[in-house]
């Protein structure tokens, strides 16, 4: 009886030792526990913040991209809402150096298994912030053209001439010489026809100086010029130079062409085919076999 009553004692005693233990403990991190509260909150409301004062800060930029806008102002939210939590955990004795090496090697083994992906992202934000095209510009860029769009972080999309729709890695584009159709307000256009070798050139001078020269699509200023560019194997090339905004460069050639082709029926000038001219040797030059 007194055996147990002695053992009885002992297990209250331990739950005193216990309890007394726990309440220390309870104040001892009490404090941690409230203090990794406010900060949990301080740090959310502080991250939310920044996010939108980066955000607004970048709008303020003219031309700078909404992509990279949410990109950059997302990135210092999560920066943030990170280091809060490492502090969180500094709290409560934690070893932080080690949790930061722990998460640096885990973001070096993600980067070399996502060394494509990341660099379509570079890519894609160089492109954002240089802005070597926009959307609805048309480019061509190697083995892909088409108008621009969407640009994103990682690919960009096109659609053809035809209609097809085309996505491009920005890698690809950003490694690529880029040529804008679309981007300098005015383009030249060189139109070259050739007529024949007996045809009078000075008529197709005032015919094609005509049908361009009375077009308010046509700059006056570079003045237009047409020139003999080349005497070629069958035919005289004749080149009529003008200048134009972009959105009418294609209309206009296509019509200017139809035009002259037209006039030059009408006078009379003719638009050779390929000629060549064969001789029998031992035979006078007279009697030369007719062009193909």
């Known amino acids: 009886m007194e055996e147990l009553q002695t053992r009885t004692a002992d297990m209250m005693d331990a739950g005193q030792v216990a309890l007394l233990r726990l ?26 913040v920044a996010q939108r004062s980066v955000y607004g800060a970048l709008g303020r930029f003219r031309g700078f991209d909404e992509t990279l806008r949410k990109f950059f102002s997302q990135i210092v939210r999560y920066a943030i809402l990170i280091l809060v939590g490492i502090t969180v955990l ?8 080690s949790i930061i090496a722990a998460l640096g090697a885990i973001g070096l083994a993600i980067g070399l298994a996502l060394q494509g992906t990341l660099q379509n992202i570079a890519a894609g934000i160089m492109l954002l912030a240089l802005r070597p095209f926009r959307v609805g510009e ?22 053809t001439l035809d209609g097809l729709f085309v996505l491009s890695p920005n ?24 007529i024949g070798y007996d045809d009078d050139i000075d008529l197709a001078f005032d015919i094609m100086t005509g049908v361009i020269g009375g077009d308010e699509r046509v700059l006056s200023d570079p003045e237009p010029a047409v020139f003999v560019s080349q005497l070629g194997d069958s035919a005289v090339d004749v080149t009529i130079r003008y200048w134009t905004s972009t959105p009418n460069w294609w209309p206009a050639k296509l019509e200017f062409t139809k035009r002259i082709k037209h006039l030059f029926d009408e006078k009379g000038i003719s638009i050779p085919f390929p000629q060549r001219s ?6 006078p030059q007279g009697d030369a076999l007719p062009a193909d």
């Not at 500094?90 to 150096?97: D, I, K, L, R, W």
């Not at 048309?138 to 659609?159: C, N, P, R, W």
């Not at 890698?171 to 050739?194: A, F, K, M, Q």
């Open 138 to 159: 048309y480019i061509d860029a190697g083995s892909v053209s088409g108008t621009i769009q969407e640009i994103g972080l990682f690919a960009t999309e096109l659609k």
């Open 171 to 194: 890698s690809e584009l950003w490694n690529t010489p880029v040529t804008n159709y679309s981007r300098n307000p005015l383009r030249r256009n060189d139109l070259t026809i050739g």
């Open 90 to 97: 500094a709290q409560f004795g934690v070893q932080t150096a």
């Open 23 to 48: 309440s220390e403990l309870g104040v001892t991190y009490s404090f941690s526990i409230l203090g990794a509260i406010l900060l949990i909150i301080g740090g959310y409301i502080v991250a939310n």
């Open 278 to 283: 064969v001789h029998y040797v031992g035979q």
